[in-house]
């Protein structure tokens, strides 16, 4: 009869057997997942106490997370639920527009507008005014005023008149090329060439005066005899001596 004595992985003499317990047994023990295995009498016996420990933190561990996760979608969906504001009053997101036809942008109305000016105060054509200002709410109007008067087959001329007789001269960008009013194309043009001549002048008078200065300058040097100059070279040896 042959004895085999297994305890700490150790054959007594006479074993002619194989290995204690198995080589797959304590693979299997080893590799077991959750606890602390060891060899016992061919068998592998687990720690339950730390299979335990393991399993209550690990559930600790996936609460806690199911928790965080449930309180981040709960504050989500309440910030969604929040209302962002209401307008009470709609004219402070702008001015509505009318929609753009063809006659906005036609070359004709566009050159009328060019030459009459808007009466918001701005300075601008009327034109510039509607395609730039989008609060102004007097280029529109004027602009409806030429459409209308152009469609009733006036000129382009007919219509600046128009807005003459309604606002006066101040509706033109430039004031018609008649009476006084040709002093405005005229004078600044004038006063600009007689202050280039006068400049041309003043510079051409300072010009000649330096040239007369400087040979003056020159003859109002001192001259010396040539007794002078060999006394001041003695007088010079002299003190050097």
Not at 32 to 60: E, F, P, Y
Not at 82 to 108: I, L, S
Not at 133 to 139: A, G, V
Not at 152 to 165: M, S, Y
């Amino acid at each position: 009869m042959v004895w085999r004595f297994c305890a700490r992985h150790r054959r007594a003499d006479r074993a002619v057997a194989g290995r204690c317990g198995g080589r797959r047994e304590r693979i299997a023990g080893a590799i077991h997942a959750g606890g602390i295995h060891r060899q016992t009498g061919g068998r592998t016996v687990t720690d339950g106490r730390t299979v335990g420990r393991l399993d209550g933190n690990r559930r600790d561990f996936l609460g806690t997370m199911f928790g965080l996760v449930l309180s981040l979608v709960q504050t989500v969906q309440q910030s969604d639920r929040q209302t962002g504001g209401r307008v009470y009053d709609p004219n402070r997101a702008g001015r509505a527009q009318a929609p753009v036809t063809a006659a906005d942008n036609d070359a004709h109305i566009q050159a009328i507008e060019k030459k009459l000016r808007c009466s918001c105060g701005c300075g601008l054509d009327i034109y510039t005014c509607r395609t730039t200002d989008f609060q102004c709410t007097y280029s529109p109007a004027l602009h409806k005023e030429v459409l209308r008067l152009t469609g009733q087959g006036k000129t382009a001329q007919q219509v600046i008149d128009a807005f003459v007789a309604q606002y006066g001269q101040e509706a033109l960008m430039a004031p018609p090329k008649r009476g006084f009013n040709l002093a405005g194309y005229f004078v600044p043009s004038i006063a600009i060439v007689i202050a280039a001549a006068v400049l041309v002048r003043v510079l051409r008078r300072w010009t000649r005066d330096a040239a007369a200065a400087a040979p003056a300058t020159t003859a109002a040097l001192p001259t010396a005899t040539p007794q002078e100059l060999e006394r001041l070279r003695r007088e010079l040896d002299r003190l050097d001596a």
